[in-house]
């Protein structure tokens, strides 16, 4: 119980609420972001709920490498993604097919739209985008390299099925709505790599320009191993401060 106060704060696993006694219970909701429900005492259907939060992943952290890295081109990374978001819901308002009527009822879902799954979207836009962007040097990579390469797109490969196959289990989406998803991510992705490419003078411009400068940008779409030349130019950088001190 919070100091001082009559408010209790509740952890349900899905949300941290503040219950206050003078609003009644039925006016409040549960934010439907990050809740999955599973059923009681299944082992599967609980790894599958963890499983089905990998988009907000995915997400993160292409907006964190944008981040830390500045490259220009990585900022349509996670923009991309909220793009492909916002054309998922437009073809559930547009399409309006129900959720699987089954476990409409247990999750509280039967007033919403399920033909895409967006989840699955994201997780195969991903996919489609990241295959592009890595197998675009590929022949120009070190053999080290494309081994890293050919991981990251299995493991990326592997949690874009994850995904898939959890939102029919635990009952969200039919095996149409996910496939169909599945086929619009790929798609969509593959769209947003070309919109990448023709956007490719635009990167050497922004980082070359006077904003660029103030906030680190760089332009590394052309570099096969942005990471090598990276740590060979800041070896060099190093050693002339060494010899010059």
């Known amino acids: 119980m919070l100091a001082g106060s009559r408010h209790w704060l509740v952890y349900d696993s899905a949300v941290l609420r503040i219950s206050m006694p003078n609003i009644a219970m039925g006016t409040l909701k549960v934010t439907k972001f990050s809740c999955v429900k599973y059923a009681t005492g299944d082992l599967v259907g609980k790894a599958l709920a963890y499983v089905s939060l990998l988009p907000f992943c995915v997400i993160l952290h292409t907006a964190s490498c944008f981040y830390s890295r500045r490259a220009v081109h990585e900022m349509l990374l996670p923009l991309g993604l909220v793009v492909n978001e916002t054309l998922a819901r437009f073809l559930k308002h547009v399409l309006k097919q129900p959720r699987p009527v089954e476990m409409c009822q247990d999750l509280d879902l039967c ?25 675009r040097h590929f022949s120009s990579k070190s053999n080290f390299s494309r081994a890293v390469d050919i991981l990251e797109l299995l493991g990326l490969s592997a949690a874009s099925a994850a995904v898939a196959c959890s939102r029919v289990y635990l009952g969200y989406h039919s095996v149409q709505q ?26 050497k411009s922004l980082a070359s320009s006077r904003l660029g400068s103030v906030l680190q940008l760089k332009d590394t779409w052309p570099v096969a191993e942005a990471l090598a030349v990276e740590r060979e130019a800041l070896a060099n950088h190093a050693a002339r401060k060494l010899k010059a001190s």
């Not at 007033?111 to 197998?135: E, V």
């Not at 996910?178 to 990167?203: D, E, H, Q, T």
């Open 111 to 135: 007033n919403s739209h399920g033909m895409p799954s967006s989840h699955t979207q994201c997780m195969f836009f991903a996919l489609s985008l990241q295959s592009a962007i890595l197998l």
């Open 178 to 203: 996910v496939l169909v998803g599945a086929g619009l991510g790929l798609l969509f992705g593959l769209m947003w790599y070309m919109v990448m490419s023709k956007l490719a003078p635009v990167y």
